[in-house]
């Protein structure tokens, strides 16, 4: 069965520093995978995605991604947080036929 | 704005209750999913239609029902509700494939 871990619940950063959030996957097939970000109150607004080709996925507000096949992971990274970036982000998995498994989710915090 | 529409944002109900969630999806899109979200258990998938009919069913209760209408519009029925069933709910569509979901802000539902 498909399914998706967070490892990490809760992650604080200081503004301006990188951030990388972590994401392994499990998949029986070649998957489709996605970022998701959610502010309190409000649904969830994509930020990137992979479906197939470069590895490396660029997405909205200077968010990048990583898809390492040999790890199982598609790791969310951006070089510089801004304070707006305090979200809970999740990761989630799927394909062209299948209804997106999203992950736990990770609470980013951004302190000064 | 991810054009998807729900309503309503908030519903407060007695345990025993029945509630009806309603969600628009964008204009064009043919597909909805529903999802319920709460503390422990993340993000959950129900149901999802296309184009009227039924074609995923994830961890959706009996005691749950939904249905999409020939506008597209989806309802997701909860009866003889339960406080574990207090939740967000939330409404997601997409295009022809299951490539991209746009969420609606969700309904937070609260069981007393």
């Known amino acids: 069965a498909q399914s998706v871990t967070q490892p990490d619940i809760h992650i604080t950063v200081s503004e301006g520093a990188s951030l990388e959030l972590r994401c392994n996957y499990s998949?029986?097939?070649?998957?489709?995978l996605f970022w998701y970000v959610q502010s309190p109150g409000q649904g969830l607004q994509l930020l990137l995605k992979y479906f197939s080709g470069d590895t490396l996925v660029q997405g909205i507000k200077g968010f990048e991604a990583e898809f390492k096949r040999s790890q199982s992971s598609f790791n969310l990274r951006k070089p510089s947080v801004h304070w707006s970036d305090a979200a809970e982000y999740f990761c989630a998995v799927g394909s062209g036929n299948t209804p997106l498994v999203f992950g736990k989710g990770t609470r980013l915090s951004v302190i000064a | 704005d991810s054009g998807v529409t729900q309503t309503p944002k908030h519903l407060i109900t007695a345990t025993g209750q029945r509630v009806t969630l309603r969600c628009s999806p964008r204009s064009g899109d043919l597909s909805v999913y529903w999802y319920q979200q709460s503390l422990d258990q993340g993000l959950q998938f129900l149901i999802q239609y296309y184009n009227g009919e039924e074609r995923a069913k994830g961890n959706i209760l009996e005691r749950f029902s939904a249905q999409q209408f020939p506008d597209l519009h989806s309802e997701l029925n909860l009866s003889s509700l339960e406080l574990g069933d207090s939740a967000l709910y939330f409404c997601a569509s997409s295009g022809q494939a299951n490539e991209k979901l746009f969420f609606g802000s969700g309904t937070q539902l609260s069981v007393l």
């Open positions: 998949y029986g097939a070649t998957p489709y």
